[in-house]
């Protein structure tokens, strides 16, 4: 028998992230402000993500470019705790580029849509556990009861929107992060707080019996990169 968990977020609308930072140069009067909103908490696999970012630069700097990414970070506690990241959506764009110095009121809007699809091969990438007839997705954000005080056991997976803003010549880009939820619509009206205290795990494969174990999400094998690529090791033990 095959059993698949799946995890809801609840239906009420949750705080909309917002993150905010003034960078101040050496040397240079003013400072560069960026602020970045997403137009909502909780998305659903397949749902493009809206971010707005403004830009008030009253420094003497130049911002050349935007690069926006959403990551995907899973921890895996059994017991020891591995990290893992993963890049599932990335913009790059010079559109309205460059901002110059003294240049205030800068916004626009940029959408990024997260999919298996464009993610498929890429290693260290957690899974919501599949069908034998249907295929799967990326896993679900984990959705911990707020009553739970136990250390966390099994596969945590939690998003975030990555935005830089790049300024060149030797200069360290501006960054900002904004955490998200990605999950299932809820298509029970009876589901209730104790559905969302479930714990995610691998789906092993055990070499002795051949015998899958089937959890979610699972994780393929991991690979390594840079702050801009996928940052994994050790995904199966």
Not at 186 to 212: G, I, M, P, R, Y
Not at 216 to 225: D, F, T
Request: proline share 7%; glycine share 6%; hydrophobic share 30%.
């Amino acid at each position: 028998m095959i059993v698949r968990k799946l995890t809801f977020a609840p239906e009420e609308p949750g705080p909309q992230p917002s993150a905010e930072v003034s960078r101040e140069f050496l040397m240079s009067v003013g400072c560069l402000r960026v602020e970045a909103t997403l137009d909502k908490q909780k998305y659903y696999h397949g749902e493009s993500i809206a971010v707005n970012v403004l830009v008030d630069n009253n420094s003497m700097k130049t911002v050349k470019r935007i690069k926006l990414v959403v990551r995907q970070y899973t921890s895996v506690c059994l017991p020891n705790t591995n990290h893992y990241k993963c890049n599932v959506a990335e913009l790059q764009s010079d559109e309205g580029f460059p901002i110059s110095p003294s240049q205030t009121g800068w916004c626009k809007i940029y959408r990024l849509c997260p999919l298996l699809s464009n993610n498929r091969d890429k290693p260290g990438l957690a899974l919501d556990g599949d069908l034998k007839n249907e295929d799967t997705n990326l896993a679900s954000s984990t959705m911990a009861s707020p009553k739970s005080s136990h250390e966390p056991m099994g596969i945590i997976v939690r998003y975030k929107v990555k935005i830089r803003l790049v300024l060149g010549f030797g200069l360290s880009d501006v960054c900002l992060e904004l955490p998200f939820i990605l999950t299932h619509p809820n298509c029970e009206a009876s589901l209730t707080e104790d559905h969302l205290d479930q714990d995610l795990h691998f789906d092993w494969v055990d070499a002795k019996n051949e015998e899958s174990a089937n959890h979610a999400p699972s994780l393929p094998n991991s690979g390594s990169g840079d702050d801009t690529q996928n940052d994994t090791s050790n995904a199966r033990p």
